[in-house]
């Protein structure tokens, strides 16, 4: 008898068919126990698994390289899966045992003394289970390949939806849209001069490549102007909003009363394909106002636009089928822009427009008054435009220098 109960229970629980128990009691055994070959390939017997059966195979023969059943084991893990046995083909380069009585493991272990089998079921090289474990390893990888297939394209799926989502967001459109190579704007410099000859308000704004300051001393403003209004005639004749719209720069004043800019200032758009989306209604920025703060307005230019917000909500009152929004936003620069916006439906066109009412910050006594309008089905195609206007829109005050009389002799 074994003097130990594992090595034992897990025989006799393997001849009886109990394969589960006794893969515990021979897994132990052959950790704890005195090496001994016919305890390993009990173990390879009843394992479940195809590369600890030929460790098991691999130990036993390590024990006893002469073992008949262990090199029967091995011959049949040596050769292509679903083959027959050779020794059932009558031929065998190592010992071979009757089919109709399967061969029975050699006990004679000098350490162990012997364990008789009896009448229970013998060990013997089993092809159908090597073959039953090949197919369970094989079946392992496919689910386990299926497994990882399946989290890729779940991966796939969820940075694709991820993707969508951050694509879609207005933040990603405006950092996208402001990129170096996505940037068509240009900048525009003009000045406008004071009543009284001296004063002078130097304008700085980006604005798409399309827009063009209408001016009607410049040469490529006329050349402009002349084929848009032959391109998009109106047909009663009169005039377009580009003729409408001009004027000459230089004898633009501000009014030293009510600080209306007379006429205003116009930037508009004069692209074909923004011309043929909508018509005369296409989108231009208009300098307005230059004016002084209302009495009680003090202290640095982001606190002046934050109370000139708490006026107008005070006095506006917008139209009905109007919604008015008020913020103040930060530029580039650091200073502070006043945006009030609104929806309007009663212009000439009788078509929805948003109207942007910027106010900039001039110096400490005054601030001058923008309004960019942008018809409503066109609103998202110049997002980016309105957004690189509100940020870089900016007056400065400057004073002419005095002539110095000339002394005629």
Known sequence: MYPTSKTQMGIQLAQQGRRQEALAYLRQ???????????????????????????????????????????????????PTGQPNPASSGYSAYPTY?????????????????????????????????????????RGRRVRRWIALLFFFGMLIACGV??????????????FYNLSWFDSSRTVHFTVNAADNVTQWEVEVDVPETWLLADERVESWRSTRDRLKSDYPLADGSPTIWESVEADISQIVV????????????LIETGGDAIDRDGQNVARLQLTQIKTYPPGIQGDDCQKMNAMTQVDQATLQPQADSQVSYKVQ????????????????NGPSQLAETVYVLKVPVDDLTYAEWQLSVLEQSRTDYESAINKIIDTLQVRASV??????????
């Open 29 to 79: 055994a052959v950790q704890s126990e005195p090496p001994n070959a016919e305890v390993w390939l009990w173990l390879a017997h009843v394992s479940p698994d195809i590369n600890e059966y030929r460790n098991c195979v691999y130990q036993a023969l390590l024990l006893d390289a002469n073992h008949p059943v262990a090199r029967q084991m091995q011959t049949a893990l040596n050769q």
């Open 98 to 138: 009757p089919t109709s009585q399967p061969a029975t493991m050699s006990v004679a272990q000098p350490a162990y003394g012997t364990y008789s089998l009896g009448s229970s079921q013998p060990l013997y090289a089993d092809n159908a289970l090597i073959n039953n474990l090949e197919r369970k390893r094989n």
């Open 162 to 175: 991820g993707l969508r989502f951050l694509f879609l967001s207005d933040a990603f459109e405006d950092w």
């Open 255 to 266: 009014d030293p009363t009510n600080g209306v800019v007379q006429p205003p200032v116009t």
């Open 330 to 345: 930060n530029q580039a620069n650091g200073r502070c822009i006043y945006v009030l916006y609104y929806r309007n439906e």
């Open 400 to 409: 002419n220098p005095i002539p110095t009389p000339e002394i005629v002799n």
